[in-house]
């Protein structure tokens, strides 16, 4: 796979029937390797590893429903208390990061209300802070660390 943006991890790997699989350590299961499982495996390593995001506050593809159609998120952080920290979509390392794929984002936030946005392909990371009295929101240079 493609080298990432991201710190060197080391993942569990198998191969069935000549296909590859990754270990998802938040679902606990192998999942088949795509080049958008490679790029969200990465972001739950760094998230854990380097920001210090408790595992057990982390949800990876959970379903909501949006006017009427299933959607998946890819990774979903919680605070301790329950309301949404942050909301992160990931994209496979050769598509790029477009209007669309923020408006993709806003929408799925514009329900969940999370505080903060991260878009990423594994190459390119955006992060944003959400001000939800203002109704806008501003770059950052990073996801903050974890600090409950």
């Not at 192998?30 to 995001?53: A, N």
Request: proline share 5%.
């Amino acid at each position: 796979m493609q080298r990432l943006n991201f710190p060197v991890y080391h993942f569990r790997f198998k191969n069935t029937e000549n296909t590859p699989y990754i270990f998802d350590v938040i679902r606990k299961k192998f999942v088949v390797l795509q080049p958008e499982e490679w790029v969200r495996q990465h972001v739950l390593l760094y998230l854990m590893q380097e920001k210090k995001y408790p595992k057990s506050l982390i949800n990876v593809e959970k379903q909501l429903m949006l006017n009427g159609l299933k959607k998946r998120t890819d990774i979903i952080i919680f605070q301790p208390d329950g309301r949404l920290e942050l909301l992160v979509e990931c994209k496979a390392p050769q598509i790029a990061i477009t209007q669309d794929t923020f408006d993709q984002i806003a929408m799925y936030n514009l329900k969940l209300k999370a505080n903060y946005l991260m878009v990423t392909n594994g190459l390119q990371h955006y992060c944003c802070e959400m001000d939800w009295i203002a109704e806008k929101y501003r770059f950052l240079p990073e996801i903050p660390d974890f600090s409950r």
